[in-house]
């Protein structure tokens, strides 16, 4: 156990301590106290200290995160361990083995609020800051490698089925599965999150993905298009979902309590960081789309190459200041390494910087965690609350000019896309098969029992919901997997052939495992 469990530092010894101030910095005689007429009297309005302590404290809240707003964090280094990535990328970070670069890193639970339990069944957030020498570089992943939805439109509703429902302000299952029944596209994701894998033993012993596709590009101007995985070295370890609700009553901060711990005795976590690379030219023709965050690319189709090690070796001394103030964005990157036309990517992209100019102000890049410390800031945004890095000085304040102000840098542009269509609002058109991968987990990676393991979760989760909204998720296991279909029917009892299309129980299940688009059966 470590002997300063808390961070608080050393106990008092011997000798003067520093005068208490207000902000203004006058010494405080009596912080016990406050100034009254009289011993029993009414409060004098001069004692100021006692207002501006008021004042403070009345103000130490400020929005949580809308969504990630539970975690933990900690400082760390990444390693090139292989240089293959450099033939791909002009990424500095990447640029010999050996190369070092310091990050933060930040793990969360996504629906809870900031007080709530590390030890639910949700996906972990895995968002990494690379302090490199040409910016911060932010990869704001997941621990797992798919996401519920393609289109970020469906995200604010999608995310209000996860949190309390509007009425009475409670948990209710039957928000999630409505719509997770209505969006058959989140079928992968959520048969991650109902396995094993969907309670981490600690953020030490899980995966964490881009999840998105990135796009690389080398100096002579060629793109490949990139999934980046974070694969554990603790090794994968999953908590029981009874002794995970036991250990959520008994120690909400679980998670981040084990990271804190295992970083103060010197058990520094690693992860390996690997890549999927892809040629550009190669995406028309995969027979997925590279783009749809859905699906993976399966290893035999584009092996994973090594990167690099991941290393968490100080934690925070200020978890305010340093977590709770951190803001990470997938817009945040640097030359060598840019978005892919993934639409949620594309999403994102605006929606991040934009959530901490509301949660932590105009100028939260100035905040310590979040500055460029190993390059940097030189831009014309001047001025905004909390405006303290000098503010340009006496100027230049705009562009172009003739005194001296930092000026374009056309050697980092990205090679140009090309791009046909007409501009519309598209239904997902082509490539789309939302029961292929989900089938494929189940069926040819998971073993007996962790499938059972997995229909003993959906059963006991989707169990208080409206019978029709259960037979219709029954239809999309059943296009997964038969077995899956028919094992949560009969958790449910739920006689299958009543719940799915008739169509579907007669053609054979093998035939309905090989096919490469399900629907196309119906
Ligand atoms: P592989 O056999 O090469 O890889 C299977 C992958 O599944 C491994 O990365 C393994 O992670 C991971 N895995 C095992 N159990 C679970 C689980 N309960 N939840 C999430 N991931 C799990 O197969 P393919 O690449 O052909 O993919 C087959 C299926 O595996 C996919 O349809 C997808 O569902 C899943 N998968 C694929 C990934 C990919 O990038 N290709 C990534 C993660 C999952 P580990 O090595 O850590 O054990
Ligand atoms: C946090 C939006 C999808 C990973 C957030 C925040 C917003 C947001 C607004 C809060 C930011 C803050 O206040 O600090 C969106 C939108 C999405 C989306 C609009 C889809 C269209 C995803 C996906 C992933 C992801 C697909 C992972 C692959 C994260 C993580 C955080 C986060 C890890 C927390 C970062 C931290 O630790 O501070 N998201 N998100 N999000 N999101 Fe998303």
New binding site residues.
């Given amino acids: 156990m470590v002997k300063d469990k808390h961070g608080m530092g050393e106990p008092d010894k011997d000798g003067e301590k520093v005068s208490l101030t207000t902000n203004s910095g006058e010494p405080v005689p009596d912080n016990q106290n406050s100034k009254s007429a009289g011993p029993n009297g009414p409060l004098l309005m001069e004692d100021y200290h006692y207002f501006e302590k008021m004042a403070q404290f009345n103000r130490e809240e400020i929005p949580e995160?809308?969504?990630?707003a539970k975690?933990g964090?900690a400082y760390g280094t990444f390693t090139v361990t292989n240089d293959e990535i450099a033939e791909y990328s002009c990424a500095d970070l990447f640029s010999e083995v050996g190369k070092e670069t310091d990050v933060f890193v930040?793990f969360?639970t996504v629906a809870g609020s900031r007080g709530s339990a590390d030890t639910v069944r949700d996906p972990r957030?895995?968002?990494v800051k690379f302090y490199t020498n040409e910016g911060n570089w932010d990869l704001?992943?997941?621990n797992t490698p798919v996401?519920f939805i393609r289109d970020?439109s469906k995200?604010p509703d999608f995310i209000h089925t996860q949190k309390e429902v509007p009425g009475s302000g409670l948990k209710d299952p039957t928000p999630q599965w409505d719509f997770w029944s209505l969006s058959p596209e989140s079928l992968h994701q959520i048969t991650i999150l109902f396995s094993d894998r969907g309670i981490p033993a600690s953020w030490r012993h899980m995966n964490g993905?881009?999840?998105?596709t990135l796009s690389l590009y080398n100096e002579s101007g060629e793109r490949y298009w990139v999934k980046f995985h974070f694969k554990t070295d603790q090794g994968i370890k999953n908590l029981d979902p009874e002794e995970a609700k036991r250990i959520a009553g008994e120690n909400p901060n679980y998670h981040r309590e084990d990271l804190w711990t295992a970083i103060e005795n010197g058990e520094y976590p690693t992860w390996t960081l690997e890549a999927q690379i892809m040629p550009e030219e190669e995406a028309e023709e995969y027979h997925i789309n590279p783009f749809d965050?859905t699906r993976v690319w399966p290893h035999g189709d584009y092996p994973p190459i090594e990167v690099g090690t991941l290393e968490l070796n100080k934690n925070p001394s200020n978890f305010f200041q340093e977590v709770e103030e951190?803001?990470?964005s997938p817009a945040h990157l640097v030359p060598g390494i840019a978005p892919s036309p993934d639409k949620?990517l594309q999403?994102?992209i605006p929606?991040?910087d934009d959530?901490?100019r509301y949660?932590l102000g105009v100028n939260f890049e100035n905040i310590p965690v979040n500055k460029p410390k190993n390059a940097e800031k030189n831009n014309y945004h001047q001025n905004g609350f909390m405006r303290t890095d000098g503010n340009l000085g006496s100027g230049p304040n705009y562009e172009p000019n003739s005194f001296g102000g930092p000026i374009e840098k056309p050697s980092v542009k990205a090679p140009p896309l090309k791009i046909s269509g007409n501009a519309d609002r598209y239904k997902p058109q082509e490539r789309i098969d939302n029961y292929k991968q989900p089938g494929d987990l189940f069926h040819k990676v998971m073993n007996e029992e962790q499938r059972q393991h997995l229909m003993d979760n959906f059963a006991e989760n989707i169990k208080p919901v409206d019978e029709k909204i259960q037979k219709r998720q029954l239809t999309h296991f059943y296009k997964a997997d038969p077995d899956l279909g028919r094992g949560v029917a009969e958790r449910l009892n739920i006689d299958i052939t009543e719940a799915v299309d008739q169509k579907l129980i007669e053609l054979d299940d093998t035939k309905i495992r090989n096919a490469k688009k399900v629907e196309d059966l119906l």
Wanted: aromatic share 18%; charged share 10%.
């Fill in positions: 995160r809308i969504v990630h975690g964090g930040r969360s957030g895995f968002a704001v992943g997941n996401f970020p995200f993905y881009s999840s998105h965050l951190s803001a990470f949620m999403g994102r929606s991040y959530a901490h949660r």
